[in-house]
């Protein structure tokens, strides 16, 4: 694994949520079954064995009060065209060794696809700074394992996107 003294790598999930969707406003906040999507998706998140935290980033108020009230870590970014976007601005706040990208409309993500690519980028070469398809996780990864676990992750039909960070600002733990 890369990162600093062998220890295992930081990684956090960062599911973007916007309330402002031209298609489907609100989505987040769209109740399946008695709990918003966002709760779903973030309780999926939270059962992966290999990642520290989970966030909610949004820069709406009526997400970070549900966030607050359903005990959901929340993070308040600026506005964002995309998901990526705000994700990137999240760098800014966690020091971790990599991030999750996690989209807010993934109510049944596999914890374990979650832990396969937190694998697979914890064995990736350092110089990797992106993953932003599923396919490029194969092409990236090094060693037999990474490609084996990517290989998992893209038959689950995972669409997951992840970020290793690496030098200045990076934790050590």
């Given at each position: 694994?890369?990162?600093?003294?062998?220890?295992?790598?930081?990684?956090?999930?960062?599911?973007?949520?916007r309330y402002g969707s031209i298609r489907f406003?609100?989505?987040?906040?769209?109740?399946?079954?008695?709990?918003?999507?966002?709760?779903?998706?973030?309780?999926?998140?939270?059962?992966?064995?290999?990642?520290?935290?989970?966030?909610?980033?949004?820069?709406?108020?009526?997400?970070?009060?549900?966030?607050?009230?359903?005990?959901?870590?929340?993070?308040?970014?600026?506005?964002?065209?995309?998901?990526?976007?705000?994700?990137?601005?999240?760098?800014?706040?966690?020091?971790?060794?990599?991030?999750?990208?996690?989209?807010?409309?993934?109510?049944?993500?596999?914890?374990?696809?979650?832990?396969?690519?937190?694998?697979?980028?914890?064995?990736s070469d350092p110089s990797v700074a992106a993953?932003?398809?599923?396919?490029?996780?194969?092409?990236?990864?090094?060693?037999?394992?990474?490609?084996?676990?990517?290989?998992?992750?893209?038959?689950?039909?995972?669409?997951?996107?992840?970020?290793?960070?690496?030098?200045?600002?990076?934790?050590?733990?």
């Open positions: 694994m890369h990162s600093s003294g062998g220890a295992t790598p930081r990684h956090v999930v960062v599911i973007p949520c406003p609100g989505k987040p906040l769209a109740l399946l079954g008695d709990k918003p999507l966002m709760w779903h998706v973030y309780q999926r998140c939270q059962k992966a064995e290999r990642i520290a935290e989970t966030f909610i980033a949004t820069d709406d108020a009526r997400i970070q009060e549900v966030c607050r009230r359903l005990d959901m870590a929340c993070l308040l970014t600026r506005d964002h065209l995309a998901g990526t976007d705000r994700v990137a601005e999240c760098l800014r706040y966690l020091k971790v060794d990599g991030y999750l990208n996690v989209q807010g409309n993934e109510p049944f993500v596999s914890p374990a696809a979650i832990d396969a690519v937190s694998t697979a980028l914890a064995l993953v932003n398809r599923a396919h490029d996780l194969g092409a990236r990864a090094h060693g037999k394992l990474a490609r084996a676990y990517a290989e998992s992750w893209i038959s689950s039909g995972a669409t997951m996107g992840c970020s290793k960070i690496s030098g200045a600002g990076s934790s050590s733990k």
